[in-house]
């Protein structure tokens, strides 16, 4: 199975900008297909951002779209969320999510990402 370790999440001024990190486990990490989704309290998981396996397409939630990007380092087993003009509505807890077998898009829905970390908190004050 694949491990997933989130980090990077923490308080932020709205305006302010957060990179997150995903660590995972694994020797075909280049093969994964990513993606990020979040969980504000009392709301249901939404999808942010994704990234194809072999890293070649990415999609965006329209709520992140134009302040956000999505990326990997292969070379660090770890994929990246840049989160910039942070909004308070941005805050929730973050997950990241991984496949390792399926399509070659950029995967919105999460039932198709069968690994996923603990979550890191991004809180974005006003």
């Known amino acids: 199975q694949v491990q997933l370790v989130e980090s990077g ?12 990190s995903c660590l995972a486990s694994g020797r075909t990490f ?15 998981r939404e999808f942010v951002a994704a990234i194809s396996r072999g890293g070649s397409i990415t999609y965006y939630a329209d709520s992140v779209k134009g302040r956000s990007t999505v990326s990997k380092d ?3 087993n770890t994929v ?8 308070p509505e941005d805050t929730a807890v973050y997950y990241c999510a991984a496949r390792t077998s399926g399509s070659y898009r950029a995967e919105t829905t999460g039932e198709l990402y069968p690994y996923w970390g603990q979550g890191t908190q ?4 006003s």
Do not use: D, H, I, P
């Not at 999440?9 to 997150?20: E, P, T, Y």
């Not at 991004?122 to 004050?125: D, I, K, Q």
């Open 9 to 20: 999440g923490g308080l932020v001024q709205a305006g302010g900008s957060l990179r997150l």
């Open 30 to 44: 280049s093969t994964y297909g990513m993606g990020w989704f979040r969980q504000a309290t009392g709301k249901e």
């Open 74 to 76: 292969n070379a660090k």
């Open 80 to 87: 990246y969320l840049e989160m910039n003009s942070l909004k």
């Open 122 to 125: 991004v809180t974005v004050s």
